[in-house]
C-alpha cells in the first residue's frame, strides 16, 4: 500500500509538471503579444506587475526550451526544416520563370516555336511536383511543432493517469509492471518517433548530400537568371515587334537543362525526406508492436 502512495504521488507529479511545461511552451507562441501589452502597460502599477510575472513566466520557458528545443524556430531541426522549405521554394520559382519564358514563346506562335510544347508540359508537371514538396516540408514543420507541444499536454500526463489507473484498479497485481513498461514504450514512441526519422533525414541531407544538392540548386539558380533575363528581352523584343525567333533555341535549351536540374533535386528530395522519415517511422512502429507483444506474451 505504500509503494502504490508514493508512486502515484510520484506519477501525480510527473503528469503536473509535464503539463506545466507543456502549457508554458505554448504560451511562448504569444510572447510577443505579452511583450506588447506589457509595453503599453509600463509607468503604471499594472505595468510593474506584468514585468514581474514575465520574469517567472520566463524561467519557465527557459525550462520548456531546454527540454523541447524546437520551440525556437530559428534553431535545431525547426531551422533546417525551414531552411529546406525556402529552398524548395525558391527552386520552384525558378522554374516558374522558365516556364514562363517558354509560354510567352509559345503564345506568340512563330516559327519553330512548337518545339518547346514537350518541355513547356514537362516544367508544369514539375512545378505540380515542386508545390507537393513544399507542402510537405511544412506538413513535417507543423507536425514537429504539434508533436512537442502534445506530448507535454497530453500524451504524458495520461501515461501517468492511467499507470495509476492500472496501479489501483488492475487485479492481477504481476502484470501491472509490464503493462507501465508497455505504457512508457508508447509514451517514448510518440515523443521521439517523429523528430528521430526528420533528424536523420537533415542530416543525410546536410552532410552527405549537401554537396551535390548544393551543386544542383546553383545550377538550377544560374539556369532561373538566366530565363528572368530572357524573359525581359523577349517581352521587350514582342512590344518593338521584333523577332523572336533567336530565342528559340537559347529558351529550348535553357528549358532542357532546367527539367534535368530539377528532376535530379527532385529525386533527392524525394529520397531524404519521404522515403528516408516514412520508413524510419514505419520500422520503429513495427519494432515498438513486437517489443509490447514480446513483453506482454510473458505475462
Not at 221 to 241: H, I, L, P
Not at 279 to 293: M, Q
Request: glycine residues 6%; proline residues 2%.
Amino acid at each position: 500500500m505504500i509503494k502504490q502512495i508514493i508512486s502515484t504521488v510520484v506519477l501525480i507529479l510527473i503528469g503536473c509538471a509535464s503539463f506545466s511545461i507543456g502549457f508554458i511552451s505554448c504560451q511562448t507562441a504569444n510572447k510577443s503579444q505579452s511583450q506588447g501589452s506589457a509595453a503599453q502597460a509600463r509607468g503604471t502599477g499594472q505595468g510593474q506587475a506584468v514585468k514581474e510575472e514575465s520574469v517567472v513566466v520566463k524561467h519557465g520557458r527557459n525550462i520548456a526550451s531546454i527540454l523541447i528545443p524546437d520551440l525556437k524556430t530559428d534553431k535545431g531541426l525547426q531551422k533546417a526544416l525551414i531552411g529546406k522549405s525556402n529552398q524548395v521554394l525558391s527552386v520552384w520559382e525558378y522554374l516558374k520563370v522558365t516556364k514562363g519564358v517558354a509560354s510567352i514563346l509559345l503564345a506568340a506562335q512563330a516559327t519553330g516555336t512548337e518545339s518547346l510544347s514537350p518541355a513547356d508540359e514537362v516544367m508544369g508537371k514539375l512545378s505540380n511536383l515542386l508545390s507537393w514538396a513544399f507542402s510537405l516540408m511544412l506538413f513535417w514543420k507543423i507536425l514537429l511543432t504539434i508533436s512537442s507541444y502534445m506530448i507535454f499536454l497530453v500524451v504524458i500526463p495520461v501515461c501517468a493517469i492511467i499507470i495509476v489507473v492500472l496501479l489501483w484498479t488492475y487485479k492481477d497485481k504481476n502484470k501491472v509492471p509490464k503493462l507501465i513498461i508497455t505504457t512508457a514504450l508508447v509514451s517514448v514512441l510518440l515523443t521521439f518517433t517523429v523528430p528521430l526519422a526528420l533528424q536523420l533525414s537533415s542530416i543525410l541531407d546536410s552532410k552527405l548530400l549537401g554537396s551535390n544538392v548544393d551543386t544542383l540548386v546553383s545550377s538550377i539558380t544560374a539556369k532561373g537568371k538566366s530565363a528572368e533575363n530572357m524573359d525581359r528581352n523577349v517581352s521587350a523584343a514582342r512590344r518593338q515587334s521584333g523577332s523572336i525567333v533567336g530565342y528559340i533555341a537559347s529558351a529550348k535549351n535553357l528549358s532542357n537543362g532546367m527539367i534535368e536540374d530539377v528532376i535530379n533535386y527532385y529525386m533527392i528530395f524525394l529520397f531524404v525526406y519521404f522515403f528516408i522519415p516514412v520508413v524510419i517511422i514505419i520500422l520503429i512502429i513495427f519494432l515498438a508492436r513486437y517489443f509490447i507483444k514480446l513483453i506482454l506474451a510473458k505475462s
